[in-house]
């Protein structure tokens, strides 16, 4: 399963004012609430942040479709899968995947090759992330 989480600290800036900043992660293979709060806090803690974990809730993403995370900025795709019912009634399944890239362009192919996996899929969105990483429960990182 997939949660999203949004962590907030405080930092001192170059001026010496204090800074609120908010940061939001998706979790990947936490089956639970406590599981996906443990990764945010296990994070902070190899971080040395303070941390309140101000957001947690399951997400719509299906899948992380790639795991080139080399500082890349993370897009999510709305996909939409037309298929066929045993009744011989066409529907639409919408999904959303995440995944990293380089920049928009490459974003646009990757899902556009994605997208041909032998589905009757098309691309319905496709934005920058808010998210700055995945954290993954049971690794190193989480």
């Given at each position: 399963m997939i949660y999203?989480g949004t ?12 800074k609120?900043v908010r940061?939001s ?6 089956e639970?609430f406590?599981e996906?709060?443990?990764?945010l806090f296990g ?8 941390i309140?974990?101000?957001s ?13 995370r080399d500082?890349?900025?993370?897009f999510?795709?709305?996909?939409v899968?037309v298929?066929t019912d045993e ?6 399944l919408t ?7 380089l920049?928009?362009e490459?974003?646009h ?5 994605y997208?041909?996996?032998?589905y009757?899929?098309?691309m319905k969105?496709l934005?920058?992330a808010?998210f700055?990483?995945?954290l993954k429960?049971g690794?190193?990182?989480?």
């Amino acid at each position: 399963m997939i949660y999203e989480g949004t962590i907030k600290y405080e930092t001192v800036t170059n001026k010496g004012n204090t800074k609120v900043v908010r940061e939001s992660y998706l979790i990947e293979d936490a089956e639970t609430f406590s599981e996906a709060e443990s990764v945010l806090f296990g994070f902070a803690n190899k971080s040395s942040l303070e941390i309140d974990v101000v957001s947690l809730k399951r997400s719509k993403m299906k899948e992380i479709a790639n795991t080139n995370r080399d500082t890349m900025p993370m897009f999510i795709a709305t996909l939409v899968d037309v298929f066929t019912d045993e009744n011989g009634i066409e529907k639409e399944l919408t999904y959303n995947i995440a995944f990293f890239a380089l920049n928009i362009e490459e974003a646009h192919t990757f899902i556009r090759l994605y997208a041909t996996q032998g589905y009757c899929m098309e691309m319905k969105a496709l934005k920058q992330a808010k998210f700055l990483d995945v954290l993954k429960y049971g690794s190193a990182n989480g």
